[in-house]
């Protein structure tokens, strides 16, 4: 079992930036892959950006060169730095993991992104 807690969405003018972050708990000894989706209303929920416990990172094309994701393996924290928003990127943010072949979700954190 993996519960996810987010925190770091709000309602930002475009060009700003927002970090979000997300911390893991639970009973498991290592997590390999965290990441972000998000999903806009009437769209389907998309990856954002992944991270695994070895630093390998991917990124959605949309997101590249203006989010960054990182993550502390021994706090079991995950975190997206989102320069430079947009009002596309408007969406819940949805943290994610994988244990045992279960998919694990946060509760969603709500960016917007206008002016």
């Known amino acids: 079992q993996v519960q996810l807690v987010e925190s770091g969405g709000g309602l930002v003018q475009p060009g700003e930036s927002l970090r979000l972050s997300c911390a893991a708990s639970?009973?498991?000894?290592?997590?390999?892959?965290m990441g972000w989706y998000r999903q806009a209303p009437g769209k389907q929920r998309e990856m954002v950006a992944t991270?695994?416990?070895?630093?390998?990172?991917n990124y959605a094309d949309s997101v590249k060169g203006r989010f960054t994701i990182s993550r502390d393996n021994a706090k079991n924290t995950v975190s997206l730095q989102m320069n430079s928003l947009k009002p596309e990127d408007t969406a819940v943010y949805y943290c994610?993991?994988?244990?045992?072949?279960?998919?694990?979700w946060g509760q969603g954190t709500q960016v917007t992104v206008s002016s």
């Open positions: 991270v695994t416990s070895g630093g390998s990172t």
């Open positions: 639970g009973r498991f000894f290592r997590i390999y892959q």
């Open positions: 994610n993991t994988g244990l045992g072949g279960t998919a694990y």
